[in-house]
Protein backbone atom coordinates (compact mmCIF):
# COMPACT_ATOMS: atom_id res chain seq x y z
CA UNK A 1 0.00 0.00 0.00
CA UNK A 2 0.94 3.74 -1.00
CA UNK A 3 0.81 6.37 2.22
CA UNK A 4 1.45 9.72 1.93
CA UNK A 5 1.19 13.01 4.22
CA UNK A 6 -0.78 16.69 3.90
CA UNK A 7 -2.02 19.36 5.63
CA UNK A 8 -5.39 20.14 4.26
CA UNK A 9 -9.36 20.24 5.25
CA UNK A 10 -11.63 17.48 5.51
CA UNK A 11 -14.45 19.31 3.28
CA UNK A 12 -11.90 20.06 0.91
CA UNK A 13 -10.69 16.55 -0.06
CA UNK A 14 -11.76 14.60 -3.54
CA UNK A 15 -11.13 11.14 -2.13
CA UNK A 16 -13.04 7.67 -2.22
CA UNK A 17 -13.35 7.81 1.18
CA UNK A 18 -12.40 10.97 4.34
CA UNK A 19 -12.26 9.51 7.59
CA UNK A 20 -12.83 11.19 10.47
CA UNK A 21 -13.16 10.66 14.38
CA UNK A 22 -15.98 10.37 16.60
CA UNK A 23 -15.82 10.68 20.73
CA UNK A 24 -18.41 8.72 23.27
CA UNK A 25 -20.48 9.78 24.31
CA UNK A 26 -21.79 11.03 20.15
CA UNK A 27 -19.69 13.74 20.60
CA UNK A 28 -17.82 15.12 16.54
CA UNK A 29 -13.86 15.39 16.65
CA UNK A 30 -13.11 19.19 15.46
CA UNK A 31 -12.66 17.40 11.83
CA UNK A 32 -16.03 15.97 11.83
CA UNK A 33 -17.20 19.11 13.12
CA UNK A 34 -16.12 20.92 9.80
CA UNK A 35 -17.61 18.09 7.70
CA UNK A 36 -20.93 18.62 9.84
CA UNK A 37 -20.93 22.38 9.40
CA UNK A 38 -20.32 21.99 5.03
CA UNK A 39 -22.79 19.46 5.14
CA UNK A 40 -25.90 21.46 7.32
CA UNK A 41 -25.38 19.36 10.10
CA UNK A 42 -25.83 15.75 8.45
CA UNK A 43 -23.45 14.10 10.75
CA UNK A 44 -25.00 15.73 13.93
CA UNK A 45 -28.37 14.46 12.93
CA UNK A 46 -27.67 11.28 12.82
CA UNK A 47 -25.33 10.79 16.38
CA UNK A 48 -28.68 12.63 18.00
CA UNK A 49 -30.80 9.59 15.97
CA UNK A 50 -28.83 7.11 17.74
CA UNK A 51 -26.39 5.56 14.87
CA UNK A 52 -23.26 5.92 16.48
CA UNK A 53 -21.87 6.41 19.72
CA UNK A 54 -18.40 6.97 19.06
CA UNK A 55 -17.53 3.80 21.03
CA UNK A 56 -13.46 2.33 20.11
CA UNK A 57 -13.87 0.76 16.95
CA UNK A 58 -17.49 1.58 15.77
CA UNK A 59 -17.72 2.07 12.22
CA UNK A 60 -20.23 4.34 10.17
CA UNK A 61 -19.88 4.39 6.55
CA UNK A 62 -21.78 7.29 4.86
CA UNK A 63 -21.97 8.05 1.35
CA UNK A 64 -22.71 10.97 -0.61
CA UNK A 65 -23.00 13.36 2.21
CA UNK A 66 -24.85 16.58 1.64
CA UNK A 67 -21.58 19.07 -0.34
CA UNK A 68 -18.85 16.79 0.80
CA UNK A 69 -16.67 16.28 -2.57
CA UNK A 70 -15.38 12.67 -1.38
CA UNK A 71 -17.77 10.14 -2.50
CA UNK A 72 -17.77 8.65 1.31
CA UNK A 73 -17.20 9.31 5.01
CA UNK A 74 -15.90 6.94 7.47
CA UNK A 75 -17.16 7.52 10.94
CA UNK A 76 -14.82 5.86 13.18
CA UNK A 77 -15.59 5.93 17.12
CA UNK A 78 -12.80 6.75 19.31
CA UNK A 79 -13.88 6.34 22.75
CA UNK A 80 -14.14 8.64 25.52
CA UNK A 81 -11.44 11.60 24.38
CA UNK A 82 -9.93 11.72 27.30
CA UNK A 83 -9.10 8.11 27.50
CA UNK A 84 -7.56 7.18 24.45
CA UNK A 85 -4.33 5.64 24.73
CA UNK A 86 -2.22 3.74 22.24
CA UNK A 87 -3.53 0.37 22.30
CA UNK A 88 -6.88 1.82 21.65
CA UNK A 89 -5.45 4.06 18.85
CA UNK A 90 -3.75 0.90 17.25
CA UNK A 91 -6.85 -0.75 17.58
CA UNK A 92 -8.93 2.21 15.56
CA UNK A 93 -6.32 2.34 13.15
CA UNK A 94 -6.50 -1.20 12.55
CA UNK A 95 -10.11 -1.53 12.47
CA UNK A 96 -10.24 1.28 10.10
CA UNK A 97 -8.52 -0.17 7.21
CA UNK A 98 -9.92 -3.47 7.39
CA UNK A 99 -13.31 -1.51 6.53
CA UNK A 100 -11.78 0.58 3.73
CA UNK A 101 -10.40 -2.47 2.72
CA UNK A 102 -14.11 -4.68 2.98
CA UNK A 103 -15.99 -1.78 1.61
CA UNK A 104 -14.54 -1.11 -1.80
CA UNK A 105 -12.39 2.44 -1.58
CA UNK A 106 -9.32 1.94 -2.76
CA UNK A 107 -8.03 4.84 -1.55
CA UNK A 108 -9.12 7.39 1.72
CA UNK A 109 -7.72 10.50 3.48
CA UNK A 110 -7.78 9.37 7.43
CA UNK A 111 -7.83 12.26 9.71
CA UNK A 112 -7.59 9.96 13.11
CA UNK A 113 -4.12 10.85 12.58
CA UNK A 114 -5.06 14.29 13.99
CA UNK A 115 -6.67 12.25 17.48
CA UNK A 116 -4.85 12.67 20.79
CA UNK A 117 -3.04 10.30 21.61
CA UNK A 118 -1.55 10.63 25.18
CA UNK A 119 1.87 11.03 25.61
CA UNK A 120 2.61 10.77 21.86
CA UNK A 121 3.38 12.95 18.87
CA UNK A 122 2.57 13.30 14.92
CA UNK A 123 5.41 11.30 14.06
CA UNK A 124 4.81 8.46 16.30
CA UNK A 125 0.71 8.67 15.54
CA UNK A 126 1.79 8.17 11.58
CA UNK A 127 4.51 5.78 12.39
CA UNK A 128 2.59 3.74 14.48
CA UNK A 129 -0.74 4.16 11.72
CA UNK A 130 1.31 2.84 9.02
CA UNK A 131 2.69 0.14 10.99
CA UNK A 132 -0.56 -1.29 12.28
CA UNK A 133 -2.03 -0.48 8.19
CA UNK A 134 0.59 -2.42 7.15
CA UNK A 135 0.14 -5.62 9.75
CA UNK A 136 -3.36 -5.73 9.45
CA UNK A 137 -3.31 -6.39 5.95
CA UNK A 138 -0.66 -9.18 6.72
CA UNK A 139 -1.54 -13.07 4.66
CA UNK A 140 0.25 -16.29 4.11
CA UNK A 141 -1.22 -17.83 1.81
CA UNK A 142 1.43 -18.77 -0.48
CA UNK A 143 1.11 -22.25 0.33
CA UNK A 144 -2.91 -22.45 0.02
CA UNK A 145 -3.95 -23.37 -3.43
CA UNK A 146 -7.37 -20.95 -3.39
CA UNK A 147 -6.13 -17.75 -2.55
CA UNK A 148 -8.67 -14.83 -1.05
CA UNK A 149 -7.78 -11.79 -2.07
CA UNK A 150 -10.26 -8.80 -1.05
CA UNK A 151 -12.05 -7.53 -4.37
CA UNK A 152 -11.04 -4.20 -4.21
CA UNK A 153 -8.64 -3.40 -1.86
CA UNK A 154 -7.32 0.15 -0.34
CA UNK A 155 -4.26 0.95 -2.49
CA UNK A 156 -3.01 4.33 -1.27
CA UNK A 157 -3.88 6.24 2.36
CA UNK A 158 -3.41 9.96 2.63
CA UNK A 159 -2.45 10.80 6.62
CA UNK A 160 -3.95 14.38 7.17
CA UNK A 161 -1.77 16.06 10.06
CA UNK A 162 -2.67 19.43 12.02
CA UNK A 163 -0.05 21.97 10.41
CA UNK A 164 2.11 22.03 7.34
CA UNK A 165 4.74 22.41 10.18
CA UNK A 166 4.47 19.02 10.61
CA UNK A 167 4.83 17.32 7.03
CA UNK A 168 8.86 16.72 6.97
CA UNK A 169 9.09 15.06 10.31
CA UNK A 170 5.45 12.84 9.02
CA UNK A 171 7.54 11.88 6.14
CA UNK A 172 10.19 10.31 8.15
CA UNK A 173 7.34 8.42 10.13
CA UNK A 174 6.26 7.19 6.46
CA UNK A 175 9.51 5.68 5.97
CA UNK A 176 10.17 4.64 9.05
CA UNK A 177 7.22 2.48 9.14
CA UNK A 178 6.72 1.36 5.91
CA UNK A 179 10.65 0.08 6.86
CA UNK A 180 9.60 -1.43 9.77
CA UNK A 181 6.66 -3.23 7.96
CA UNK A 182 8.49 -4.53 5.65
CA UNK A 183 10.94 -6.02 7.97
CA UNK A 184 7.75 -7.35 10.00
CA UNK A 185 6.68 -9.02 7.13
CA UNK A 186 9.83 -10.79 5.76
CA UNK A 187 9.97 -12.23 9.30
CA UNK A 188 6.49 -13.34 9.59
CA UNK A 189 6.93 -14.93 6.10
CA UNK A 190 10.06 -17.03 7.10
CA UNK A 191 9.13 -17.61 10.46
CA UNK A 192 5.67 -19.22 9.46
CA UNK A 193 6.90 -21.39 6.71
CA UNK A 194 7.09 -25.02 7.42
CA UNK A 195 9.88 -26.60 8.77
CA UNK A 196 10.02 -29.53 5.66
CA UNK A 197 10.25 -25.66 3.42
CA UNK A 198 12.53 -23.51 5.81
CA UNK A 199 15.44 -25.67 6.67
CA UNK A 200 18.58 -24.24 7.96
CA UNK A 201 19.54 -23.77 4.13
CA UNK A 202 16.83 -21.97 3.59
CA UNK A 203 17.53 -19.71 6.23
CA UNK A 204 21.06 -19.02 4.36
CA UNK A 205 18.90 -18.20 0.78
CA UNK A 206 16.76 -16.01 2.45
CA UNK A 207 19.39 -14.37 3.63
CA UNK A 208 21.27 -14.84 0.23
CA UNK A 209 18.45 -13.20 -1.63
CA UNK A 210 18.24 -10.20 0.52
CA UNK A 211 21.83 -9.07 0.04
CA UNK A 212 21.41 -9.43 -3.48
CA UNK A 213 18.62 -6.74 -3.34
CA UNK A 214 20.59 -4.22 -1.22
CA UNK A 215 23.78 -3.09 -2.51
CA UNK A 216 25.70 -2.52 0.83
CA UNK A 217 24.50 -5.58 2.11
CA UNK A 218 26.41 -9.26 1.91
CA UNK A 219 26.23 -12.39 2.91
CA UNK A 220 28.46 -15.53 3.37
CA UNK A 221 27.55 -18.82 5.37
CA UNK A 222 29.46 -20.98 7.82
CA UNK A 223 29.36 -24.25 7.16
CA UNK A 224 29.37 -27.63 9.24
CA UNK A 225 32.70 -28.54 8.08
CA UNK A 226 33.78 -24.52 9.06
CA UNK A 227 32.58 -25.17 12.28
CA UNK A 228 34.17 -28.16 12.90
CA UNK A 229 37.23 -26.66 12.02
CA UNK A 230 36.50 -23.60 14.42
CA UNK A 231 35.93 -26.00 17.45
CA UNK A 232 32.05 -25.14 17.55
CA UNK A 233 30.95 -28.92 18.92
CA UNK A 234 28.06 -27.60 20.60
CA UNK A 235 26.19 -25.72 18.09
CA UNK A 236 27.73 -29.06 15.90
CA UNK A 237 26.08 -31.14 18.35
CA UNK A 238 22.37 -30.31 18.40
CA UNK A 239 22.28 -30.32 14.44
CA UNK A 240 23.51 -33.91 14.69
CA UNK A 241 20.09 -35.74 14.90
CA UNK A 242 19.03 -33.81 12.14
CA UNK A 243 19.58 -34.76 8.44
CA UNK A 244 19.29 -30.71 7.50
CA UNK A 245 23.27 -29.41 7.85
CA UNK A 246 23.40 -26.81 10.50
CA UNK A 247 23.99 -23.26 8.80
CA UNK A 248 25.48 -20.03 10.65
CA UNK A 249 24.10 -17.97 8.30
CA UNK A 250 26.09 -13.68 8.51
CA UNK A 251 24.68 -10.41 6.69
CA UNK A 252 26.90 -7.72 6.79
CA UNK A 253 25.10 -4.54 6.45
CA UNK A 254 27.90 -1.42 6.08
CA UNK A 255 26.19 1.98 6.51
CA UNK A 256 29.37 3.90 7.72
CA UNK A 257 32.90 3.83 7.66
CA UNK A 258 34.94 0.10 7.84
CA UNK A 259 36.70 1.14 11.00
CA UNK A 260 33.60 1.68 13.22
CA UNK A 261 33.08 -1.26 15.14
CA UNK A 262 29.48 -2.93 13.89
CA UNK A 263 26.34 -4.12 16.32
CA UNK A 264 25.88 -7.71 16.16
CA UNK A 265 22.38 -9.04 15.88
CA UNK A 266 22.73 -12.95 16.71
CA UNK A 267 19.17 -15.11 16.16
CA UNK A 268 18.32 -18.32 17.26
CA UNK A 269 17.75 -20.36 14.11
CA UNK A 270 16.34 -23.82 15.20
CA UNK A 271 13.97 -24.56 12.35
CA UNK A 272 12.82 -27.18 14.10
CA UNK A 273 13.15 -28.49 17.52
CA UNK A 274 11.65 -31.65 18.39
CA UNK A 275 13.33 -31.57 21.60
CA UNK A 276 16.10 -34.09 20.47
CA UNK A 277 16.36 -37.39 22.73
CA UNK A 278 14.88 -35.47 25.41
CA UNK A 279 11.99 -35.14 23.04
CA UNK A 280 9.16 -33.24 23.79
CA UNK A 281 5.32 -34.14 24.33
CA UNK A 282 3.11 -34.18 21.26
CA UNK A 283 0.87 -31.21 21.72
CA UNK A 284 1.28 -28.15 20.35
CA UNK A 285 4.70 -29.64 18.61
CA UNK A 286 4.07 -28.06 15.56
CA UNK A 287 4.90 -24.69 16.55
CA UNK A 288 8.31 -25.83 17.43
CA UNK A 289 8.24 -24.60 13.74
CA UNK A 290 8.74 -21.16 15.00
CA UNK A 291 11.76 -21.89 16.95
CA UNK A 292 13.96 -19.81 14.43
CA UNK A 293 11.56 -16.69 15.61
CA UNK A 294 14.72 -14.87 16.41
CA UNK A 295 16.87 -15.49 14.21
CA UNK A 296 13.56 -14.59 11.53
CA UNK A 297 13.71 -11.27 13.13
CA UNK A 298 17.10 -10.61 12.76
CA UNK A 299 16.51 -10.84 9.23
CA UNK A 300 13.63 -8.48 9.04
CA UNK A 301 15.64 -5.89 11.36
CA UNK A 302 18.48 -6.52 8.77
CA UNK A 303 15.99 -5.77 5.70
CA UNK A 304 14.43 -2.61 7.63
CA UNK A 305 18.20 -1.10 8.56
CA UNK A 306 19.01 -1.43 4.61
CA UNK A 307 16.01 -0.16 3.18
CA UNK A 308 16.41 3.20 5.65
CA UNK A 309 19.91 2.85 4.53
CA UNK A 310 21.22 3.76 8.22
CA UNK A 311 24.36 5.07 9.04
CA UNK A 312 25.68 2.67 11.11
CA UNK A 313 27.67 -0.68 10.63
CA UNK A 314 25.45 -3.79 11.71
CA UNK A 315 26.10 -7.56 11.58
CA UNK A 316 23.13 -10.12 11.58
CA UNK A 317 24.29 -13.76 12.58
CA UNK A 318 21.26 -15.94 11.90
CA UNK A 319 21.70 -19.48 14.29
CA UNK A 320 20.32 -22.23 11.76
CA UNK A 321 19.93 -25.48 13.35
CA UNK A 322 17.66 -28.53 14.09
CA UNK A 323 17.24 -30.54 16.71
CA UNK A 324 15.92 -34.24 16.14
CA UNK A 325 16.11 -37.64 17.70
CA UNK A 326 18.35 -40.32 15.95
CA UNK A 327 20.54 -42.73 16.10
CA UNK A 328 23.72 -39.59 15.48
CA UNK A 329 21.87 -37.62 18.16
CA UNK A 330 23.80 -35.96 20.68
CA UNK A 331 22.33 -37.16 24.36
CA UNK A 332 21.66 -36.66 27.86
CA UNK A 333 25.23 -36.99 29.61
CA UNK A 334 27.21 -36.03 26.88
CA UNK A 335 29.98 -33.48 27.63
CA UNK A 336 30.40 -30.79 24.69
CA UNK A 337 33.18 -28.60 24.19
CA UNK A 338 32.36 -25.34 23.07
CA UNK A 339 34.40 -22.93 20.74
CA UNK A 340 35.82 -21.00 23.91
CA UNK A 341 37.47 -23.46 25.25
CA UNK A 342 34.59 -24.08 28.16
CA UNK A 343 33.25 -27.61 28.71
CA UNK A 344 29.22 -28.10 28.73
CA UNK A 345 27.75 -31.08 30.69
CA UNK A 346 23.81 -31.76 28.71
CA UNK A 347 21.60 -32.58 30.90
CA UNK A 348 18.17 -32.11 28.54
CA UNK A 349 18.85 -31.84 24.76
CA UNK A 350 15.80 -29.33 24.42
CA UNK A 351 17.58 -27.16 26.21
CA UNK A 352 19.44 -26.57 22.88
CA UNK A 353 19.23 -23.10 22.34
CA UNK A 354 21.71 -22.06 24.31
CA UNK A 355 24.48 -24.67 22.41
CA UNK A 356 23.70 -23.24 18.88
CA UNK A 357 23.99 -19.88 20.74
CA UNK A 358 26.69 -20.28 22.96
CA UNK A 359 29.09 -20.78 19.78
CA UNK A 360 27.43 -18.29 17.87
CA UNK A 361 28.10 -15.12 20.58
CA UNK A 362 32.03 -17.14 20.57
CA UNK A 363 32.01 -17.01 16.38
CA UNK A 364 30.88 -13.08 16.65
CA UNK A 365 33.90 -12.14 18.74
CA UNK A 366 36.24 -11.16 15.70
CA UNK A 367 34.03 -8.35 14.52
CA UNK A 368 35.30 -7.06 17.54
CA UNK A 369 31.53 -5.58 18.04
CA UNK A 370 30.36 -2.44 19.61
CA UNK A 371 27.14 -4.33 21.01
CA UNK A 372 25.72 -7.66 20.64
CA UNK A 373 22.45 -8.70 21.32
CA UNK A 374 20.71 -11.95 20.83
CA UNK A 375 17.21 -12.81 20.24
CA UNK A 376 16.14 -16.51 20.57
CA UNK A 377 13.17 -18.38 21.88
CA UNK A 378 14.30 -19.57 24.26
CA UNK A 379 12.94 -20.76 27.51
CA UNK A 380 9.13 -21.73 27.80
CA UNK A 381 9.48 -19.96 31.20
CA UNK A 382 9.45 -16.84 29.95
CA UNK A 383 5.50 -17.05 28.73
CA UNK A 384 5.52 -18.19 32.42
CA UNK A 385 6.80 -15.29 33.31
CA UNK A 386 5.75 -12.64 31.28
CA UNK A 387 2.86 -14.38 28.77
CA UNK A 388 2.70 -13.10 25.26
CA UNK A 389 2.80 -9.07 25.75
CA UNK A 390 6.41 -8.26 26.75
CA UNK A 391 9.66 -10.09 25.98
CA UNK A 392 12.53 -10.73 28.45
CA UNK A 393 15.26 -8.71 28.76
CA UNK A 394 18.72 -9.44 30.38
CA UNK A 395 21.62 -8.15 30.10
CA UNK A 396 24.81 -7.45 31.88
CA UNK A 397 25.37 -4.01 30.71
CA UNK A 398 22.97 -1.49 32.07
CA UNK A 399 23.67 1.18 29.46
CA UNK A 400 22.43 -1.16 26.58
CA UNK A 401 19.47 -2.53 28.81
CA UNK A 402 18.48 0.81 29.18
CA UNK A 403 18.80 1.34 25.03
CA UNK A 404 16.85 -1.41 24.74
CA UNK A 405 14.31 -0.61 26.90
CA UNK A 406 13.55 3.05 25.53
CA UNK A 407 13.63 1.48 21.96
CA UNK A 408 10.55 -0.91 23.37
CA UNK A 409 8.85 2.09 24.53
CA UNK A 410 9.29 4.18 21.88
CA UNK A 411 8.52 1.19 19.27
CA UNK A 412 5.47 -0.16 21.35
CA UNK A 413 7.36 -3.73 21.00
CA UNK A 414 6.97 -4.28 24.86
CA UNK A 415 10.44 -5.91 26.18
CA UNK A 416 10.85 -6.27 30.48
CA UNK A 417 14.29 -6.80 31.84
CA UNK A 418 14.45 -9.46 34.40
CA UNK A 419 17.74 -9.25 36.85
CA UNK A 420 21.40 -11.53 36.19
CA UNK A 421 22.94 -11.49 39.75
CA UNK A 422 25.65 -13.75 39.74
CA UNK A 423 23.80 -15.78 42.43
CA UNK A 424 21.98 -17.40 39.41
CA UNK A 425 24.77 -18.66 38.10
CA UNK A 426 25.47 -21.12 40.97
CA UNK A 427 22.76 -22.91 39.32
CA UNK A 428 24.65 -24.20 36.47
CA UNK A 429 27.47 -25.77 38.04
CA UNK A 430 28.13 -29.76 37.07
CA UNK A 431 30.04 -32.71 38.89
CA UNK A 432 31.37 -33.40 35.32
CA UNK A 433 32.13 -29.96 33.02
CA UNK A 434 32.52 -26.07 33.47
CA UNK A 435 29.03 -26.10 33.31
CA UNK A 436 25.59 -28.30 33.08
CA UNK A 437 23.04 -26.78 30.14
CA UNK A 438 20.46 -26.27 32.50
CA UNK A 439 19.86 -24.77 35.68
CA UNK A 440 16.79 -27.16 37.34
CA UNK A 441 12.71 -25.46 37.51
CA UNK A 442 13.18 -22.42 38.91
CA UNK A 443 14.10 -19.10 36.85
CA UNK A 444 14.54 -21.09 33.66
CA UNK A 445 14.63 -17.70 31.53
CA UNK A 446 17.50 -16.00 33.60
CA UNK A 447 19.61 -19.22 34.35
CA UNK A 448 19.68 -19.77 30.74
CA UNK A 449 20.60 -16.29 29.79
CA UNK A 450 23.26 -16.74 32.90
CA UNK A 451 24.33 -19.70 30.28
CA UNK A 452 24.94 -17.38 27.44
CA UNK A 453 26.74 -14.74 29.54
CA UNK A 454 29.62 -17.14 30.47
CA UNK A 455 30.26 -16.66 26.28
CA UNK A 456 29.98 -12.87 26.13
CA UNK A 457 32.90 -11.57 27.88
CA UNK A 458 34.73 -9.60 25.52
CA UNK A 459 31.38 -7.29 24.81
CA UNK A 460 28.62 -5.38 25.40
CA UNK A 461 25.58 -7.85 25.29
CA UNK A 462 21.78 -8.17 25.85
CA UNK A 463 19.36 -10.94 25.32
CA UNK A 464 15.92 -10.63 24.29
CA UNK A 465 14.02 -13.90 25.39
CA UNK A 466 11.20 -13.63 22.75
CA UNK A 467 9.35 -16.75 23.42
CA UNK A 468 5.92 -15.49 24.48
CA UNK A 469 6.04 -12.56 21.95
CA UNK A 470 7.42 -14.13 18.52
CA UNK A 471 4.05 -15.74 17.63
CA UNK A 472 0.17 -16.33 18.58
CA UNK A 473 -1.43 -20.21 19.24
CA UNK A 474 -4.95 -20.70 18.75
CA UNK A 475 -6.95 -19.46 15.84
CA UNK A 476 -4.83 -16.82 14.92
CA UNK A 477 -1.45 -18.91 14.77
CA UNK A 478 1.01 -17.24 13.21
CA UNK A 479 4.08 -15.16 13.86
CA UNK A 480 3.88 -11.86 14.83
CA UNK A 481 6.54 -10.04 13.53
CA UNK A 482 7.99 -9.10 16.89
CA UNK A 483 10.76 -7.92 18.23
CA UNK A 484 11.56 -7.00 14.71
CA UNK A 485 10.41 -2.89 15.86
CA UNK A 486 11.77 -2.81 19.14
CA UNK A 487 15.84 -3.85 17.34
CA UNK A 488 15.04 -1.50 14.53
CA UNK A 489 14.11 1.21 16.92
CA UNK A 490 17.17 0.66 18.59
CA UNK A 491 19.45 1.03 15.53
CA UNK A 492 17.66 4.14 14.57
CA UNK A 493 18.88 5.28 17.79
CA UNK A 494 22.06 4.74 17.29
CA UNK A 495 22.42 6.77 14.21
CA UNK A 496 24.49 9.75 14.45
CA UNK A 497 20.97 11.63 13.21
CA UNK A 498 18.62 10.34 15.90
CA UNK A 499 14.78 9.36 15.11
CA UNK A 500 13.20 12.45 14.47
CA UNK A 501 15.64 14.65 12.51
N1 LIG B 1 12.45 -23.61 22.07
C1 LIG B 1 12.27 -24.02 23.40
C2 LIG B 1 11.62 -22.96 24.28
C3 LIG B 1 10.17 -22.73 24.03
C4 LIG B 1 9.22 -23.65 24.43
C5 LIG B 1 9.75 -21.56 23.45
C6 LIG B 1 7.89 -23.40 24.22
C7 LIG B 1 8.42 -21.30 23.25
C8 LIG B 1 7.48 -22.23 23.62
C9 LIG B 1 13.63 -24.37 24.03
O1 LIG B 1 14.53 -24.93 23.17
C10 LIG B 1 13.36 -25.35 25.11
O2 LIG B 1 12.96 -26.44 24.81
N2 LIG B 1 13.57 -24.94 26.35
C11 LIG B 1 13.34 -25.75 27.47
C12 LIG B 1 14.52 -25.63 28.39
C13 LIG B 1 14.53 -26.64 29.49
C14 LIG B 1 14.76 -28.02 28.95
C15 LIG B 1 15.62 -26.24 30.47
C16 LIG B 1 12.05 -25.29 28.14
O3 LIG B 1 11.79 -24.08 28.16
O4 LIG B 1 11.29 -26.12 28.60
MN1 LIG C 1 14.30 -27.02 23.05
ZN1 LIG D 1 14.35 -24.45 21.21
Known sequence: MEFSVKSGSPEKQRSACVVVGVYEPRRLSGVAEQLDKVSGGYLSNLLRRGDLEGKSGQML????VPNIFSERVLLV?????????????????????????????????????????????????????????????????????????????????????????????????????LAVAKGMS???????MPPNICTPRYLAERCEELATNYDNLSFNAVTEQEMAELGMHAYLAVGRGSENESVLS????????????????VGKGLTFDAGGISIKPAANMDEMKYDMGGAAAVLGAMQAIAELQLPINVIGAIAGCENMPDGRAYRPGDVLTTMSGQTVEVLNTDAEGRLVLCDTLTYVERFEPEAVVDIATLTGACIVALGHHASGLMSSHNPLAHELLSASEQSGDRAWRLPLWDEYQDALDSPFADMANLGGRDAGTITAACFLSRFTKKYHWAHLDIAGTAWRSGAKKGATGRPVPLLTQFIINRTASGEQD
Open 250 to 265: LLHYQGAAKEQAPIVL
Open 61 to 64: LLHN
Open 186 to 192: ICRDVAN
Open 77 to 177: GCGKERELDERQYKQIIEKTIHTLNETGSMEAVCFLSELHVKGRDTYWKVRQAVEAAQGGLYTFNQLKTRKEEPRRPLRKLVFNVPTRRELPLSEKAIAHG
